[in-house]
């Protein structure tokens, strides 16, 4: 029988299958499993596909590769549908591979902490709890865990008073499955900043969804919309800011990592009449961590400082000045 919170224990196999697809069938994981049955079926996944669209469930050449090189996984309502499509066109027994999925994946870079019970009829909250503000500025994408930043770059703008006056984000994603309509971005300002003086605002292939705001903290939350749903391995250009109209002085700026980006830019900007006796780049290895100076900066004659980086993994990593 199938267990529905387990991998296939006892469940009859067609012939001809392989030692070691039933070996992976009993113990996963789902990727490895996926690549055997398919093997062992003979069929190539342009096959696949085929046989999956004759069934009126609609699943991507990208998104089936995907799964079976463990980039991501199904977990969509639509995918699964094709996970057991999968299932009768292998003539596997009902749940083989669906059983290897264990429970959904934490969604967010604070998926950890519990969220409260809604009330009944309630909307879900745009994004889950976040942590309470550390140290000065940063900010941090949000993203589902079918997305992944492709490309990003920051800009930073301090004003006269020495306080971060507007920050702009602009990346491209990249759909690692089916279906990702939308991104959650979360800023955290300076202790002291009111909550409503951080305004999101979308610039370009986004729009606004819900925002939620920390009661006390300046933290917010904020939903970006997409203009369509993305298919997997499609690429989406993004671009929104946070206005601060009520700031305090800022000694940094740190953008927090949740999933690797392939190219990060953070340039800072300064005000003319405020620029700064010295600049330094700084990294974290995470919010608890100790910062660690790796450099000095030499602004421009415009004022401006930037990093770039490659292959940006987990952490923190920020710009300092005094």
């Given amino acids: 029988m ?3 919170n387990g991998p296939i224990a006892r469940a009859r196999l067609p012939e001809p299958v392989s030692e070691e697809t039933r070996s992976l069938l009993s113990t996963g994981p789902f990727h490895e499993a996926l690549r055997a049955v398919v093997e062992d079926s003979g069929l190539t996944l342009e096959g696949l596909q085929r046989r999956i669209d004759r069934r009126g469930v609609r699943v991507s050449l990208t998104a089936l590769s995907y799964w079976r090189q463990g980039r991501s ?26 059983s290897l999925l264990g429970p959904p994946r934490p969604r967010g870079r604070w998926a950890r902490r519990a969220e409260p019970p809604s009330p009944p009829g309630a909307r879900a909250p745009c994004a889950p709890i976040v942590p309470e503000p550390y140290g000065a500025s940063y900010e941090s994408a949000l993203f589902e865990s079918s997305l992944r930043a492709f490309c990003q770059m920051d800009t930073v703008r301090v004003g006269a008073d020495q306080a971060i ?16 309509d939308r991104c959650t971005a979360v800023y955290s300002g300076e202790p002291g900043v009111p909550p409503a003086a951080i305004r999101p605002l979308a610039v370009e292939g986004c729009t606004v969804g819900r925002v ?10 904020v939903e970006l919309l997409f203009d369509r749903a993305l298919r997997a391995g499609q690429t989406h250009l993004v671009e929104y800011a946070f206005a601060i ?20 830019v953070l340039d800072v900007r300064f005000d003319p009449d405020a620029l700064p006796a010295r600049c330094f780049r700084f990294s974290q290895s995470g919010p608890g961590a100790p910062e660690v100076v790796e450099g000095e900066l030499d602004p421009a004659p415009c004022g401006s400082v930037h990093i770039a980086e490659q292959g940006m993994g987990g952490g923190v990593l920020g710009i300092g000045w005094h």
Avoid: K, N, W
């Avoid at 002085?249 to 980006?261: G, I, K, L, Q």
């Fill in 2 to 4: 199938a267990d529905g």
């Fill in 73 to 98: 996984r199904p977990e969509r309502p639509e995918s699964l549908r094709a996970l057991c499509a999968i299932e009768e066109i292998l003539r596997l027994p009902d749940g083989a591979l669906r």
């Fill in 245 to 264: 109209t009520d700031a305090t002085v800022s000694r940094d700026f740190r953008r927090a990592f949740r999933y690797p980006a392939q190219t990060y």
């Fill in 165 to 180: 006056r507007r920050l702009g984000t602009r990346m491209v994603l990249r759909a690692l499955d089916d279906g990702p």
């Fill in 212 to 221: 939620r705001r920390h009661p006390r903290e300046p933290l917010v939350a």
